[in-house]
């Protein structure tokens, strides 16, 4: 057993929190649609499996201090580490009703994680490598940067009403982080795109996490209806018009990327016959499923859309159903492997 625990410890995925970030955004959901018993369960679930990563993480940083090095310094790996700050806000924001004080010390930590790894995963995985060129090893998971700095937008936006003290700084904190990861996204999208057209590009090429585009930009609307609904500010009054237009805009592309993940999807199982097999980066297609739900709720009730909420409203369950099938599979594939039947995982 304690072998099993230090082989999972050592060879624990950079973006292994995006199990957390999917169940959070399911909660939210849930919550906001009034199923308070299975919006709870799915959050006490978050919360155990943050911190049980926490801790995995903390003793892979400690006993196995090269790995950790070698993934920041892996394009293909290293964005997946922004996962911590975005699991650990989106707790934040489900917490935030009911425990603004755990939520904000969340957030506060959150903040702390994401301006090192801000800084340092980008030198570590593109700008200091000598290896050239980086480009050709972009994915999907960049956009996870766009991610975490949303989710700090977002937290920060849920708690500001409901403290008496601080309310302008932390409405610069949202404001700051949403237009960060407005920059963020121009910036992976570019970046993305440059690897499609100057690289060859296979099937197995355009995994899981590239359903990460539209999670980002999802929740950089919900991060935009949530600033767009909080308290007078200096800094609120005067880019709510802005936040408010943009985040309809970010609504509408998220929606145009969805036939188009679907189809890649197409593309890559069923006419090149790529095999459908249980991994962590599963992860990053419910995670952006619930997500696009979530913003639809938030920006129709932000911005008097009906149509929108009703829409955000009826894809939840589209997420709650990946939550499930995800996590039939993963409990599948868990229990193969302890059998010996030797099912793949890329945990």
């Known amino acids: 057993m304690m072998d099993r625990l230090r082989e999972m410890v050592a060879t624990l995925h950079p973006g292994s929190f995006a199990f957390v970030m999917a169940t959070g955004i399911v909660s939210v959901g849930m919550n906001q ?12 679930i978050g919360l155990v499996a943050w911190a049980l990563l926490l801790v995995a993480l903390t003793l892979r940083c400690v006993f196995h201090r090269d790995r950790v090095v070698a993934d920041l310094h892996d394009p293909v790996v290293a964005f997946g580490f ?36 801000g ?27 766009v991610v975490a700095s949303q989710s700090v937008a977002t937290a920060a936006a849920s708690i500001e009403p409901l403290v008496t003290t601080g309310r302008d700084e932390i409405a610069v904190l949202a404001v700051a982080a949403w237009s960060v990861g407005i920059v963020l996204y121009a910036a992976c999208a570019v970046f993305v795109a440059l690897r499609i057209l100057l690289y060859p590009f ?34 609120i009054d ?13 609504w509408a592309w998220a929606t145009w990327l969805i036939p188009v993940l679907f189809a890649v999807g197409v593309w890559r199982h069923l006419i090149h ?11 990053s297609i419910v995670f952006p499923l619930g997500m696009y739900a979530v913003a639809g709720m938030y920006i ?8 929108v909420e009703a829409i955000g409203a009826a894809w939840l369950w589209v997420g709650a159903a990946a939550w499930l099938f995800a996590t039939v599979q993963m409990v599948r594939s868990v229990v193969a492997r302890r059998s010996g039947t030797g099912v793949r995982s890329a945990t």
């Open 33 to 44: 649609q009034g199923f308070v018993v299975v919006s709870r369960v799915l959050l006490g």
């Open 238 to 250: 005067a880019t709510s018009g802005l936040i408010g237009g943009l985040s309809v805009l970010g």
């Open 273 to 283: 016959r790529i095999p459908v097999t249980y991994e962590a980066t599963w992860w």
């Open 119 to 145: 800084y340092g995963v980008p030198w570590a995985a593109a700008l200091g490598r000598e290896e050239r060129p980086v480009l050709q090893h972009v994915n999907g998971t960049w956009f996870i940067w």
């Open 202 to 235: 296979a099937p197995a090429d355009l995994n899981p996490p590239y359903w990460v585009s539209m999670g980002a930009m999802a929740i950089t609307v919900v991060a935009g209806a949530k600033i767009v609904e909080m308290d007078s500010t200096p800094i």
């Open 300 to 307: 129709g009730r932000a911005d008097s859309l009906p149509i």
């Open 82 to 117: 922004f996962t911590v700050v975005a699991g650990t806000d989106v707790l934040a924001v489900r917490l935030a009703d009911s425990y603004w004080q755990g939520s904000a010390a969340m957030l506060a930590f959150a903040v702390v994680v994401g301006l090192f790894l």
